[in-house]
């Protein structure tokens, strides 16, 4: 278990480090660089391999007119929206103490381990289409 506990937490400390990197290279904070990878990039890479193996643009441009009009209207106040977004997360892992997932764990698993789990099936999806 020992073992395990280092890798969950050398995983978690190589994400945080590289967002800390990420927010200080474009001048922004941690927060903003979080909600842009969880819930932008990430998702708009899973959309545009949806889309190329459904072979027709559907889900993308749902998810980049969504996200237009959330930034239209948070353009003011976008890294306040951010920290809001980033503690709404912060309560959604710590819900998993329930179960026995620390804050650490409970990042790793979803925010590491689903999201490649969600990537190995659509490029599973991408290479048998």
């Known amino acids: 278990m020992k073992g395990l506990s280092k890798l969950v937490d050398g ?6 480090t590289a967002e800390q990197l990420l927010a200080k290279l474009f001048g922004t ?13 990430v998702p708009l890479s899973w959309t545009v391999m949806l889309d190329i193996i459904l ?6 441009p749902i998810l980049v007119i969504v996200w237009a009009i959330i930034l239209w209207l948070k353009r003011k106040n976008f890294r306040t929206w ?6 709404k997360s912060v309560d959604f892992l710590n819900w998993f103490d329930k179960i026995g997932w620390n804050y650490v764990l409970s990042s790793v698993i979803i925010c590491v381990i689903v999201p490649l789990l969600i990537y190995a099936a659509l490029i599973y999806g991408l290479v048998v289409k």
């Open 55 to 60: 072979g027709m643009p559907i889900t993308t």
């Open 82 to 87: 951010c920290d809001w977004a980033f503690q």
């Open 11 to 16: 995983t978690f400390w190589v994400v945080m």
């Open 29 to 41: 904070t941690y927060n903003v660089i979080n909600i842009i990878v969880y819930y932008m990039l």
